[in-house]
């Protein structure tokens, strides 16, 4: 079992750079792969960024690579999302979540979610 917090959002201006952390509880951290979303106002749910159960693996969308990195530090059952160069547009509520199989972009795919933190990027 995993249960995960996600901490770090705020207010932020458009060219700032933001750090999220998803803590989680459980003995078994390492042995899954773990993923951040994000959801704007009136939008769906996008994947952002998934990182490997060793961190030797990532795998990004589109639109944040070159920008976002995905890290993990299994020794302190904590994943990372260091966002640079920030737009408006990666305003939203992000989640990390929690995939007992390998990477996916996919929301139903991952077995457990954190409660979100708000990010909001001013122009």
């Known amino acids: 079992q995993v249960q995960l917090v996600e901490s770090g959002g705020g207010l932020v201006q458009a060219g700032g750079s933001l750090r999220l952390s998803c803590a989680a509880s459980g003995r078994t951290f390492s042995t899954y792969s773990m993923g951040w979303f994000r959801q704007a106002p009136g939008k769906e749910r996008e994947f952002v960024a998934a990182i490997s159960w060793r961190g030797g693996s990532t795998y990004y969308t589109d639109s944040v690579k070159g920008r976002f990195t995905i890290s993990r530090d299994n020794a302190k059952n904590t994943v990372y999302l260091q966002m640079n160069s920030l737009k408006p547009e990666d305003t939203a509520v992000y989640y990390c979540?929690?995939?007992?199989?390998?990477?996916?972009?996919?929301?139903?795919?991952?077995?457990?979610w954190g409660q979100g933190t708000q990010v909001t990027v001013s122009s």
């Open positions: 979540a929690a995939d007992k199989s390998f990477l996916s972009r996919y929301a139903y795919e991952y077995d457990y």
